[in-house]
């Protein structure tokens, strides 16, 4: 089973880990939504389609997958994760920056967050909380960056709220109707599309940019 795969049926992965493991499953969506925003050798991990598909499960299953507990691990687990990245960022992000490439660091990517960074201040970690890759290497990037600490708590308080809050609330609302729950698949090919679009587009322009050049 691939990694794409597993991710387009999500759905279906939740609903029997809630059956099989109770309680526990809220340990471990706490754990991989941790990794994606803490560790940025883990931008693979699923983030958006995660908190959509928790959402959606526990609309259905409320009395085993509560939506308030899931809410708030889910919201410590992402302010725990970028706290954790942008601590590791501060103390070795600058030596990254002059490194090569490596099989663990992928340096273009830590660029183009920190180009992202650079463009839009602090405003990025809440951006980047909706868009994959960038989400997991901000924090690294703001602490390479020398961000002063209480503006990155702050945004990355309100970044928590409005991603966690967002998603779970979208999978929670929509996931129930029977159109969404047919289509499952679609749906989750559309948010992983959507969140895809933002660095596309950077791509696409930054190339436009540099042939006009």
Not at 29 to 44: D, R, S
Not at 109 to 121: S, V
Not at 195 to 209: D, Q, R
Request: proline share 5%; hydrophobic share 55%; charged share 10%.
């Amino acid at each position: 089973m691939t990694l794409l795969q597993t991710i387009l049926h999500i759905d279906q992965y939740l609903l029997l880990l809630v059956s099989d493991y109770g309680i526990w499953i809220y340990l471990l969506l706490f754990l991989i939504v941790f990794c994606e925003t803490g560790l940025i050798v883990a931008p693979f991990l699923p983030g958006d389609s995660l908190l959509f598909a928790a959402g959606s499960i526990a609309a259905n299953n409320n009395d085993r997958f509560n939506i308030q507990v899931l809410f708030l691990s889910l919201f410590v687990a992402s302010i725990l994760g970028n706290k954790i990245n942008y601590i590791v960022g501060k103390y070795i992000g600058p030596r990254v920056f002059v490194m090569p490439s490596s099989w663990l660091l992928n340096k273009k990517h830590l660029e183009t967050a920190h180009l992202f960074y650079k463009n839009h201040g602090g405003k990025t970690i809440i951006f980047a909380r909706f868009i994959p890759i960038l989400r997991t290497f901000a924090p690294f990037v703001a602490g390479a960056a020398s961000m002063p600490i209480r503006q990155f708590t702050l945004f990355n308080i309100v970044s928590a709220l409005l991603w966690v809050g967002s998603l779970l609330s979208f999978g929670y609302f929509l996931g129930s109707m029977p159109f969404i729950k047919q289509n499952f698949s679609l749906v989750i090919y559309g948010i992983i599309s959507i969140s895809l679009l933002p660095p596309i587009c950077a791509i696409v322009v930054s190339k436009i940019k540099h042939f006009r050049n």
